[in-house]
């Protein structure tokens, strides 16, 4: 459908926009729009609609942590020394004078103890990158479980896989610099991670190492990635990220007044970069918070790295812990075979599975896309219930992952709970294989449960806590009826169709190509939508609402029908917030809407619906 | 401001239950009828950027005032300066950021607007002119028609891929047999990690664990002087042992090992034979010895063999004797790799 | 107590401060406690002749612990399992007493467990005797004296040449198990390594030289009596230094910090997120206009 794009109000102002008499600033303006046009480039751009939701703000946190990130990493590159030289410790730490150390180490003390404001900056450094991966983490599953990874977001979506696993890197690689004893315990671990890779392991590790573990270049090597390479991708990645999320305009959640055409919202300019800019202080102020009053990597207490040294409690930082977990409860299994070493305990959990995690992740909408064939453009945001399958898939990969992140801490774990660390990791082995399933099943199941919820919410109005007592003494909940907004709100999500495939068989009786690959399609389509509850018709809300205009007249027992608003607020308001079960043909805007009453029932899943 | 614009048309799509009843009427908030509370709020976010402005104030103090270096200022035993300098930027962009929204939520005018989406693909009008050019182009090209210019390019750029692999060649040197070797020589002596100093089997009781070094580390360079930098950092990752003194008769030695100890006092590599951290958590009562970084766990009684966690080998046995000072010494090198397994290691 | 502490805790290595003439004071009250104490029990010591006090110990032997280690301390291995009920105390020495009844770790609660650090149940008197009661059984090391693990006898570069010499040790023989702040860490089947801050010195050291339950022995010959002090040395210096960077987490490493990235940094980012999409309140009242 079209609608006239010149009703659409695009202003907030009661007078219209004019040209205000020249200024310094308007003709600076005007110089730089001379060279550049700015303003036709901008002009779609100022008053672009952002929809206003908590959950639309986790990737900011992201974003915002990256700029600390940018901005505290250049004032620690201007005293970092990115060398494995040999030096004496002569700074003002007494615990350390005099000992042989790297450079990078004893310029990290100096940025630590000599530096006004360094321990600080190195901590707020830290503090963004462990916010950085979380906050792209949590805005991931934000993503998913709504269902905006659809198209046309599908590639925004693989940019994001790739800057969490960018992320990732880049915080390996950074925690690796100060080559302090558990950041250099990482590299040596890393260093046997390479040396598992079949065939060209040994070589890769001499190759990384500038010669044998620890050699004297893996350092500078590291520095230079973390500070240009990687920084510089994910520089990119974000602008491309940020660049799709305007081209395709943000998503938004069902409600009145919102449809798959449009975006309702607050504009950018003032009330977005308002908000946005005033998150991006607070963002950076609680990571001053965190690098002011948290201690984070207190390198001096672990000294410098010295290959037979270690202490207990050597973990990663937390994104690298749940290949740790795998690493840790994998059990020895190594193959020897024509004079050829096959380290499958090393193989498996650090290089194979994360991996595989990884790809998964990365193709998520391509094969749910194929799954439901589903070739429409969706704007318009899913409750997790709504898309039960998805939601149960991607608590499951939750769980598996928790599992792998709680056993890369089973050394702490044993020792807070006072449990034992072989008994956490039998554990462990058995529960990654099982959690992921028990948490897929539940959660599958409490989905279509909630589903169920709205519609009895739907067709017979919500619990009002009122008890009412008949005539002949037996009690009952009075349930009222939904805001008409609730329930369009309830009702605006799509009805699934499962996918039927063909015969497999074409009209000469020879098997279709891509017959068994359609039948397995069918199958998961199945798993995925054939339990769910669909929304009501148009025709079972009709009836249910003469069913409860009956069930109040009997109820009631007073001289008039009760409205259903005797116990609420509904008085008080003056805005139109008309009931469900009230006129309805008469709401506002909305007169085309009746007409297609009849039309329900063809999609009837009457099996789902109690109480009739 | 007119209302009719901002209710757009629900859209019926079939058996849609429900239609859409349009935006609901804009609503106003107290800041925007009420002078009084408008007032307030705008006092509320001034007053904001102004403890901002002090909060700054104060970090440029800080700056000044705490002492780091030799003579770290301290507030309730935690270091000042950082406490100070983080305590002031976090107070004065929290506040700046409060302030800004705080504006933005009450002050700023708050009507919802709509805008209109466009499909994200091109029109197909669009798509038809932008095939037909390219095709166009390839045309003009005659990339199709000259398959030797296309096929001697191809072939060309090919190579142009294979360069920058090559560039990186001089990253390492070729491992060689540089695995396969520690620094232990027959006869070096066993040497205390730090001080460096020898052993002798009188030093040692029951129960003792010593984290030692190849004497190597001391006196391995050229002119007898310490191993430094490099060289030392990779001894160290290779040689690192731990000595263990039990009971004699709770070691049950493999074929061929029934001299690799002595009185008691065994040796094992540090390395973990996983991926490589050095261990040393030894339980004295039952000789089992646990990696801290993935929990294997090792039987020192045992030949160090696996009997929990990820590692598939057995601990690296350094066989030792006493030389003529009494003090304890290598017999050899070890006989297989330390550290972590790699392809060519069979 | 002043809040704000110049220069608190650390030695300065340059500088020779206005309160360096307190400091001196400081050290000789320091001194002279040191000594009284070290003199005090000794006199004590003298007032109760050495066989009445083993006696004594024998005494409170045989009532408290002699149920798992024997009436003469020879240890009993369990009729049922043929496990070791108690070990064998002789030869164990005095220092290993003072430890585990001086920590609380003995009596124990339920033979078989690991032994925890918990009030003692005895008095120091009675510690004492029973000590001197074990000593008499076989030689073992004494409990030592607080000269040998203290570094006040030092000069002002020996301390710190001592405590850096320690860390070195402590992170070589002592963190694999005990963490590189003391915290303690996970040890096989149920182990641990126990939290070694706030811990008396003289505990430490007899930890060291006699092995307590699982721990290895460190003997004189394995760790000299010297780097055993420094070891302690470098520990106090841990403790008396400000903490820099603030809140310690619990000194257990990145697990700890990632939790609070979690709890405090996303929790808190993520509350400002809701109220800044929050509605606003709403009047009921609408705007005139003007």
Redo the contacts between chains.
Sequence with gaps: ?S?D?S??????A?TPAKASKPNPVGAAAGWADDRLGLATAMKKQV???FP???????G??ALWSFIVLLLTGVFLTLWFTPS???TTYEG?Y???????MSEAYASTLNI?????????MR??HH?AA??FV??MM?HLLRVFFTGAHRK?RELNWVIGCLLLILGTLEGFTGYSLPDD??SG?GI??A???I?????????M?????????????IIPRLFTVHVLLIPGILLALVGAHMLLLV???HTQWPG????????????LL??YA??A??????????????????????VW???PY??????????????M?WP?GA????????T?IW???W?W??LL?IQVLPMVMFTLLLFLPFIESWITGDKR?H?ILQRPRNAPTRTATMVALMTAYGLFWAAG????I??KL??????I?YFMRLMVFLGPVIAFWITRRWCISLQRHDNDM?LHGYESGIIMRSADGGYSERHLPLS??R??TL??RGRDEVFTPGTGVDENGVAARGGRLDKVRGKLSALMYADNVQ????A??EEARHHAEHEHALQAGLDHPASGHEFDDHA???????P?RGAHGE????G?????GG?????DDTDEQPGH | MSTTQEHLPAVPEGDEPIPNPGLPAHQWRPTDVDTRAEKRAERQVAALFGVATLALVGFFVSYFVFQVGDNWDTIAGFGASNVMLGGTLAIAFICIGVGLIHWARKLMTDHEIVELRHPASSSEKDRTETVGMVMQGIDDSGIARRPLVRNSLLGALGLVGLAPILMLRDLGPLPGDKLYHTIWKPGMRVVRDVVYTPIKVSDLEIGDLVNCEPEALANGGPDGEPLEGVELQIAKSKGAVILLRMEPDDITPWKGRENWSVQGIVAFSKICTHVGCPISLNERTTHHLLCPCHQSTFDLADNGKVIFGPAARPLPQLPIEVDDEGYLVAQSDFTEPVGPSFWERG | MRLLNRSAGRLSRYRRRPIAGLAVLMFGLLLTGSLYAAFSPAQAGQAESDEALVAKGRDIFIVGCSTCHGLNGEGINSSRDGKILGPSLIGVGAAAVDFQVGTGRMPLAQPGSQAQRKPPVYTPDEVEALAAYVASLGVGPAIPDESDYSIAGLSEQEREEAIVRGGQIFLTNCTACHNFEGSGGAMPRGGYAPKIRGVDPKYIYEAMLTGPQAMDTFSNGNLSPEEKRDVIAYLQSLEDQPSYSGFGLGGMGPVSEGLFAWLFGIGLCVAFAVWIAAHTTRSSKSKVEA
Excluded: C
């Design positions: 459908m609608i794009t009703k659409v109000a695009d202003t907030n009661t008053r672009k609609v206003d939701h908590w959950s639309f703000m986790l900011e946190i494995m030289g040999e003002s007494n615990q350390l004078r005099g000992i042989q630590s103890f000599d530096v006004r404001g360094g321990l600080l901590q707020m503090w462990m916010l979380a906050a949590v046309p004893l558990l315990t040596r671990a260093d046997g991670f040396k598992a890779t079949p065939v060209v392991g040994t070589y590790s001499f190759f990384l190492f500038g010669g044998e573990f620890p050699g004297e270049a081209y395709h305009k009145p007044g919102r449809t798959e055409q449009n975006v309702v919202g607050y504009p003032p009330i308002a908000k800019g005033g998150f991006f202080f607070v963002v950076f102020g609680v990571i001053a918070l965190m690098g002011a009053l948290l201690s984070i990597n207190p207490k672990f000294g010295d290959p037979s040294k270690v202490t207990a409690g050597s973990q990663p930082d937390w994104y812990g740790d690493l840790r409860i994998m059990p020895g299994i190594e020897h004079g050829t070493t380290s305990n090393v959990p453009d704007h801490g089973n050394d702490i044993a020792i006072h449990l034992s660390i072989n008994h990791t739907l008409e907004s329930a369009y009702t605006a929304k009501p018709t148009r079972e809300l008080l308001r003056t805005a139109e917030d008309v469900l709401t506002a805007g909305a085309s809407g009746s007409t297609s039309a329900g029932g063809q999609h």
